[in-house]
């Protein structure tokens, strides 16, 4: 089945604890991005991967890092967590066109 | 930059007809996709519309007027399934960057 899977689905943490959300895609895709929500703002693209090794901002960069080391894992990490981050975080793939985005499950994160 | 503007709600009963609009301003346009999301869950893509016309898949179609810098999002035939919010999204020329709309909770009631 073709799918992106995220994990965690929750977490709750404190500010300043590291900590990576995984993202994987089995569809061969080659564009990968992160999305945060927050209630009244629709979703927010933070990073995206073109391809293995090329990653770029997005429009809300500040405090996460990326990496995308093989072509199906595109995993978010954020170095110091701080409560401003709690949001609700997707993970998404793409053909090349960008037309269509297949999303995962989310990531329900909570800093204290 | 780019924007778009939809409204934050619509309401409707079981089986009638319902219209989502989305208007944009972007420099540059690929084209506008729409999403449908559940409360907690993930978006799904429900259409894409490159070219100026109408798109129907099943009970919902997508239409598109690019002179005009707008679309909307049919749902006919409505079900209670249906309540959810609907995201109109556009990319604009160059970007690789999809802009959202804030989305519009579609509320039907029996």
Not at chain 2, 11 to 24: D, K, L, M, P, R
Request: include cysteine; charged fraction near 15%; charge should be negative.
């Amino acid at each position: 089945e073709a799918q992106v899977t995220q994990n965690p689905r929750y977490l709750i943490t404190v500010t300043g604890k590291k900590l990576t959300v995984t993202c994987s895609q089995n569809m061969n895709h080659e564009y990968m991005s992160w999305y945060r929500q927050d209630p009244g703002l629709g979703l927010r693209q933070i990073y995206y991967s073109m391809n293995v090794e090329v990653t770029d901002k997005g429009d809300v960069p500040e405090g996460y890092k990326v990496s995308r080391k093989e072509k199906r894992n595109f995993p978010l990490i954020l170095e110091s967590p701080s409560p401003n981050q709690t949001s609700l975080y997707f993970c998404a793939s793409s053909e090349g066109g960008l037309e269509k985005l297949f999303f995962g499950s989310g990531t329900q994160l909570s800093v204290l | 930059g780019q924007s778009l503007e939809q409204p934050s709600e619509v309401t409707a009963v079981e089986g009638a007809i319902v219209q989502i609009n989305c208007t944009y301003q972007t420099s540059g346009f690929y084209g506008l996709s729409w999403y449908q999301q559940h409360d907690g869950g993930a978006p799904t893509f429900l259409s894409y519309n490159a070219l100026d016309g109408l798109e129907e898949t099943g009970r919902f179609s997508s239409f598109l007027s690019r002179s005009d810098s707008y679309g909307y999002l049919l749902l006919q035939e409505l079900q209670m399934k249906d309540s959810a919010s609907y995201f109109c999204a556009v990319r604009g020329g160059g970007s690789y960057i999809p802009t959202f709309g804030r989305g519009t909770s579609l509320i039907v009631h029996p």
